[in-house]
Every structure is written in structure tokens, then in C-alpha cells.
């Protein structure tokens, strides 16, 4: 394959840059964008010695040096800078095109990382992975689940493509997203005195052992603000770091708590109930994260619109 690459007004030399390969191009891109030749080297799954001799073929045909390397560092040199761009260009576009194509996109392998908040976990997100990973079968997703700041400090890390969280709108290095907008509702057992209502004010919640987040979570922020007002409010004796924990905890019988609609399962379930909660209702937005200056790599954009899919079959 021959590559025509623009640096100035001058085109590198394309018959000696028929002596490299896509495999070179992604070797350099992992490299500059990790920042380390042993970090490219694992996310590529070769040696670090396949790796450098890769770099070395790339910089061989070009006639240039694009990597300055130290004991401690790698650096880009001003071309290697200008190439990044345009190699991750053509290495997108290359990705792009085979994604859209139903009969090559199975053959395509990548990874995606996304940033989740645990709520969102249980029973939102599977059913869209799970379509995604029926269309892409040979692209690695990795499911990092944190509670919402975690989530938010990730993605400004670049540690994930992206995130699925209900804070973020505020932040400049941000875009976000919405997604759905959720209410928080009482999780209890099939059975217990307020299972069988259709509706359930908070302050029907001080009569009953009553387990929460704790302070430090997002969500527990949104409620007691929402309460702050009110004086008949619920008394925890129990409280755990994520929503996910409080319905297990609830399903094993422990107690009540209020938590958003996404932890819960829809339709009848077992052993669970869901009962909206009202005066006050209490809700939140969840939403797509990322940065504003990261263009996301074709396979995270894909499953990045998959979950926005979500938002327009919601609201059909």
C-alpha cells in the first residue's frame, strides 16, 4: 500500500513509503499516544523489540525521525507531531470505512474503553453491549466502574474513550450529552407493607429500616438537597458506597432504599419492587462524557452512538 503524506508544502517520498504498512502506522500512533514504547507494545500485544522495529521501518521509508526516545520518555519531534495527526486520520478513516461495511465489520478487532457509573450497569447497559458486540464480536470492550467523580476524572484523563454519567454538564474540558432523565424510586421485597402501593411519599419511609448511600456518593447529594427542606425524612442505619450494593442489600432483605430507576430491573421481577417516590420527586439526567478536544476513534464512536440510539428509542 502506498502513502502520500503532506508535511509543508512537500510529500514525503512515496516510493520509499511503500516500504511500510498499517501495522507501522498503529505501532506509531500507540507509541505517541501512550507515550511509552512498553505501554504501545502491550496494548498491540507484541515485544517491545517488534515494536521499536516497527518505529524504526516507519522512520526508514519516511526519511525522518518522528520519535525522540530517553530512558524515561518518549517525545515527538515537530514532524512526528504533524504525522500523528494525519496517520491517526488515515488509521479512522480506515476503521471507519470497515465498521460500515456489515460484511468486514465482524472481522474487525479494536478495543473500547468506557467509563460507567455502577447504577447504570445492571440493567441498562448489557443489552447494549450486547448488541454491539453481536455486530463488532472481535472488538474488545472494557467496562470501567466507578462511582460518578471517578467516572468524571477518568474520561478527563483520557483513561476511557468515554463515560455514562449523571454529572459532568459543568465541567469546560467536557462535552456532555444527555441521555434519559431518570427519577429516583423505592426499592424494596415483594411483600413488604409498602410493596403493594402504587406510590410512596418520603416521608412514609421513616416507619422502616432504611439503608443509603454514603455521603460521598453523587446521588446522595442530589437527595439531600432535594430534602433539605423537608423535616420528616428517612433515617438511615446502614449505608454503602454504591447503588448497586443497596438493591442487593434490599434483595437480601435488609432493608428499603430510594435509588435511581436505572438500578432496578423493568418489568416483574422475583423478589424486587419499584415504587415511584414523591414530595418531593427527585430526579437525575444521565448522559454521554467526553472531551471536547478528543475526536473519539471510529469504535468508540460507534458504541458511543449506540448508546445515544437508546435516547431516540426512548422517546418513540
Known sequence: MTFGVVYGDEYFNTVNAMNFDLKDLRAFVAVAKLGSFGLAAEELHISQPALSRRIEKL??????????????????????????????????????????????????SGEVIIACIPSAIRYFLPNIL??????????????????????????IRSEADFGLNYIGTQDPQLEFEPVLNEKFVLACKKGHPLSSKRKVKWSDLTEFDYISVTRASGNRLLMDMALSQTTNRPRWFCEAQH??????????????????????????????????????????????????????????????????????????
Do not use: C, W
Request: positive net charge; without cysteine.
Open 130 to 155: 450486547n448488541r454491539y458486540h453481536t455486530n463488532f464480536p472481535r472488538i474488545v470492550i472494557k467496562v470501567i466502574d466507578q462511582g460518578a467523580n471517578d467516572v468524571l476524572a477518568t474520561v
Open 243 to 316: 447503588v448497586s450494593t443497596l438493591v442487593n442489600l434490599v434483595e437480601a432483605g435488609v432493608g428499603i432504599a430510594a435509588v435511581p430507576s436505572l438500578a432496578m430491573p423493568v418489568g416483574d421481577h422475583p423478589t424486587l419492587v419499584s415504587i415511584p417516590l414523591v414530595e418531593p420527586s427527585i430526579s437525575r439526567t444521565v448522559g454521554l462524557i467526553r472531551r471536547v478536544d478528543r475526536t473519539l476513534p471510529p469504535a468508540a464512536k460507534q458504541l458511543y452512538d449506540y448508546v445515544k440510539d437508546f435516547r431516540s428509542s426512548a422517546k418513540e
Open 59 to 108: 522512520e526508514t521509508a519516511l526519511g525522518v525521525r518522528l520519535l525522540h526516545r530517553t530512558t524515561r520518555k518518549v517525545v515527538l519531534t515537530a514532524v512526528g507531531r504533524e504525522f500523528f495527526q494525519k496517520a491517526t486520520d488515515v488509521l479512522n478513516s480506515l476503521e471507519g470505512s470497515l465498521l460500515g461495511i456489515r460484511d468486514v465489520a465482524g472481522h474487525v
